[in-house]
């Protein structure tokens, strides 16, 4: 894949939102448990296969870049005591219709999952099977910050089930290290890569961030070659979201010491350019995957799906969040639990469940969804299966954002055939653009207030 033209940078270059949902965060509203009861209610019957994401804040240790919601703590008997409301949450949520459903993927987010106990994790697991069937090919995927796991711990997992994993990395030098408070050598990341590997994980994944502080071009291209050498299957690339206003501890890092945007650009483009040679697929924004992975796979086959993990191989899921924080989404609603651990264990004893925030979809924005998801994941979208799905034509349904396309589509981002879009490789970069010329949110007064991160 081409750099895109300093022109092209220069004429696109806005903040907009990453598309983990549609209508994105912003745009949601308070909600009570009440109303997340009643959207349950409403989808008693459906039979969709279910998707569970659990969220374990707890950190032994922050580091510096982080923007996750995580909580420092050394206490196990508090993150033992989350673990039993994580139980009862979930005994809740199983008497909301959802027991007996079958478990098509299931992912524990963080923080540091790591930091439950083997019993933990047994309690957990022991319920979720008591609860719901597992699919013969379901995933069960973790996130593992290498420098934290326990002896023996990789192989507890697999031996539960779990079979997808993913290795927080950031950068491999050792001054990008010590400036952002994580350090990590390069023996303990391979070693954790290949006993993944060897316990019969699969997409075993490696996270790497851009734009940290003392990053430059050259530095980051050595972390580049490293990483192929160690052939992970799939790469999460993150732009450095570096937002010291909102997040103090990011205070730490100075903002003489990032590379500048220009820098910055080149960085992305030259692990573009490095990762799609050395076999990997660029899946879409910040994600690659060797082209035997399920994750490209899913993405030719036209069957990858985007939530607010990222990309997924596994749709036509209800997804339900657990835990703090956590998100859940079905056809027609968003649900994102409290963010404050008091009041959520407070509300998960009193009413089981703790919804805080989320949004009802409205016809319009499930076709919007659709049409969203499709760009994102696919790169392409087909009027015919769009009339299949709402009954309605394609071009008429979206005159105004066809006629909004006619510049993108002159610079060369995408085509318009009389069937079908087709993303083109300076389009795939640019898909965030693309995918607000859809997004009717962001044309009111509340779109333009919402923050987003730059699109390049
Ligand atoms: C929950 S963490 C991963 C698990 C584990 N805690 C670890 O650090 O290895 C998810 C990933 O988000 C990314 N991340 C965290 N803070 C970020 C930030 N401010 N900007 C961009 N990416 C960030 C990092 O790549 C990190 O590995
Ligand atoms: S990057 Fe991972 S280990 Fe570091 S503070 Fe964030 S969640 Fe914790």
């Given at each position: 894949?081409?750099?895109?033209?300093?022109?092209?940078?220069?004429?696109?270059?806005?903040?907009?939102p990453?598309?983990?949902?549609?209508?994105?965060?912003?745009?949601?509203?308070?909600?009570?448990?009440?109303?997340?009861?009643?959207?349950?209610?409403?989808?008693?019957?459906?039979?969709?296969?279910?998707?569970?994401?659990?969220?374990?804040?707890?950190?032994?240790?922050?580091?510096?870049?982080?923007?996750?919601?995580?909580?420092?703590?050394?206490?196990?008997?508090k993150?033992?005591?989350?673990?039993?409301?994580l139980?009862?949450?979930?005994?809740?949520?199983?008497?909301?219709?959802?027991?007996?459903?079958?478990?098509?993927?299931?992912?524990?987010?963080?923080?540091?999952?790591?930091?439950?106990?083997n019993e933990?994790?047994?309690?957990?697991?022991g319920?979720?099977?008591?609860?719901?069937?597992?699919?013969?090919?379901?995933?069960?995927?973790?996130?593992?910050?290498?420098?934290?796991?326990?002896?023996?711990?990789?192989?507890?997992?697999?031996?539960?089930?779990?079979?997808?994993?993913?290795?927080?990395?950031?950068?491999?030098?050792?001054?990008?290290?010590?400036?952002?408070?994580?350090?990590?050598?390069?023996?303990?990341?391979?070693?954790?890569?290949?006993?993944?590997?060897?316990?019969?994980?699969?997409?075993?994944?490696?996270?790497?961030?851009?734009?940290?502080?003392?990053?430059?071009?050259?530095?980051?291209?050595?972390?580049?070659?490293?990483?192929?050498?160690?052939?992970?299957?799939?790469l999460?690339?993150?732009?450095?979201?570096?937002?010291?206003?909102?997040?103090?501890?990011?205070?730490?890092?100075?903002?003489?010491?990032?590379?500048?945007?220009?820098?910055?650009?080149?960085i992305?483009?030259r692990?573009?350019?490095?990762?799609t040679?050395?076999?990997?697929?660029?899946?879409?924004?910040?994600?690659?995957?060797?082209?035997?992975?399920?994750?490209?796979?899913?993405?030719?086959?036209?069957?990858?799906?985007?939530?607010?993990?990222?990309?997924?191989?596994?749709?036509?899921?209800?997804?339900?969040?657990?835990?703090?924080?956590?998100?859940?989404?079905?056809?027609?609603?968003?649900?994102?639990?409290?963010?404050?651990?008091?009041?959520?264990?407070?509300?998960?004893?009193?009413?089981?469940?703790?919804?805080?925030?989320?949004?009802?979809?409205?016809?319009?924005?499930?076709i919007?969804?659709?049409?969203?998801?499709?760009?994102?994941?696919?790169?392409?979208?087909?009027?015919?299966?769009?009339?299949?799905?709402?009954?309605?034509?394609?071009?008429?349904?979206?005159?105004?954002?066809?006629?909004?396309?006619?510049?993108?589509?002159?610079?060369?981002?995408?085509?318009?055939?009389?069937?079908?879009?087709?993303?083109?490789?300076?389009?795939?970069?640019?898909?965030?653009?693309?995918?607000?010329?859809?997004?009717?949110?962001?044309?009111?007064?509340?779109?333009?207030?919402?923050?987003?991160?730059?699109?390049?």
């Amino acid at each position: 894949m081409e750099k895109l033209s300093d022109d092209l940078i220069e004429k696109y270059a806005t903040s907009g939102p990453r598309y983990t949902s549609y209508p994105t965060a912003p745009n949601w509203v308070e909600i009570k448990v009440r109303d997340q009861l009643d959207w349950y209610g409403s989808a008693k019957d459906s039979q969709r296969p279910i998707s569970l994401y659990f969220h374990i804040p707890f950190c032994e240790e922050r580091c510096s870049y982080c923007g996750c919601n995580t909580m420092l703590t050394r206490s196990q008997d508090k993150v033992s005591a989350y673990v039993e409301y994580l139980l009862k949450e979930l005994e809740a949520l199983a008497k909301q219709g959802i027991k007996g459903r079958p478990l098509r993927q299931m992912h524990f987010g963080g923080g540091t999952p790591t930091y439950l106990l083997n019993e933990d994790f047994d309690l957990i697991l022991g319920k979720v099977r008591e609860l719901f069937p597992f699919e013969e090919n379901a995933e069960i995927a973790i996130e593992v910050d290498p420098s934290f796991t326990r002896p023996g711990q990789l192989k507890h997992l697999a031996k539960l089930g779990f079979n997808r994993i993913s290795l927080g990395l950031q950068d491999f030098d050792p001054k990008v290290q010590e400036a952002v408070n994580r350090i990590q050598s390069e023996e303990i990341t391979y070693d954790h890569l290949v006993q993944a590997k060897a316990l019969g994980f699969t997409g075993v994944n490696f996270d790497l961030i851009y734009g940290l502080p003392h990053q430059t071009l050259e530095s980051f291209t050595k972390t580049i070659h490293r990483v192929i050498e160690m052939r992970p299957d799939r790469l999460a690339l993150y732009n450095f979201a570096y937002l010291p206003k909102l997040l103090p501890h990011q205070k730490g890092i100075k903002e003489a010491d990032l590379p500048g945007e220009k820098e910055k650009v080149d960085i992305f483009f030259r692990a573009i350019k490095l990762f799609t040679e050395a076999g990997y697929e660029y899946i879409g924004m910040d994600h690659f995957a060797l082209a035997t992975d399920e994750l490209a796979l899913a993405q030719k086959e036209r069957r990858l799906y985007r939530n607010f993990m990222g990309y997924s191989p596994k749709s036509g899921v209800d997804l339900f969040g657990i835990g703090i924080t956590s998100i859940g989404e079905t056809e027609n609603f968003f649900v994102q639990n409290e963010k404050d651990i008091n009041t959520y264990m407070r509300k998960v004893n009193m009413l089981g469940l703790s919804g805080a925030r989320g949004i009802k979809l409205s016809e319009e924005d499930r076709i919007r969804k659709w049409t969203i998801i499709r760009l994102i994941c696919h790169f392409y979208v087909s009027f015919a299966e769009f009339t299949t799905e709402f009954g309605q034509d394609f071009k008429d349904y979206f005159k105004e954002e066809l006629a909004g396309l006619k510049e993108m589509v002159a610079d060369g981002l995408l085509e318009v055939h009389g069937d079908h879009i087709l993303i083109l490789d300076p389009g795939k970069i640019l898909i965030r653009n693309i995918c607000m010329v859809f997004d009717a949110y962001l044309k009111g007064e509340k779109g333009a207030k919402a923050q987003f991160s730059k699109t390049i």
